[in-house]
């Protein structure tokens, strides 16, 4: 099983920009599609972005399109989500996840492997 781990979190004023890394520790990362999600306080976990493995297809959530970008570097063994144009109501605990092929990649449940989670908080 792929395991996760995600960094990068942190403080920024709205406007601004983080990137989230997420190092996985398997080999064959690459045979996994890797997904984004985050949880806000008091409420339910939140598709993000998603890339598939099969041809690096990727798909987000209407509310970061155009501001967050997924991307892979398969010889690092990493996933980026690069955030920009950061909002307040983007302030959330982000997690890294890994799955096999799926038809909906905005569904959690397809995701087998999952990270601690890192914190973004965005101030007005």
Sequence with gaps: QVQVAESGGGLVQAGGSLRLSCAAS???FSSY???W???APGKEREFVAAMRRSDG???YADSVKGRFTISRDNAKNTVY???NSLKPEDTAV???AAGP???DYSDYRGFSSWGQGTQ???SS
């Design 57 to 59: 297809t990727t798909y």
């Design 26 to 28: 398997e080999r064959t």
């Design 37 to 39: 999600f985050r949880q």
């Design 101 to 103: 092929p799926m038809l």
């Design 120 to 122: 973004v908080t965005v």
């Design 94 to 96: 982000y997690y890294c």
């Design 33 to 35: 599609a890797m997904g």
């Design 81 to 83: 989500l690069q955030m």
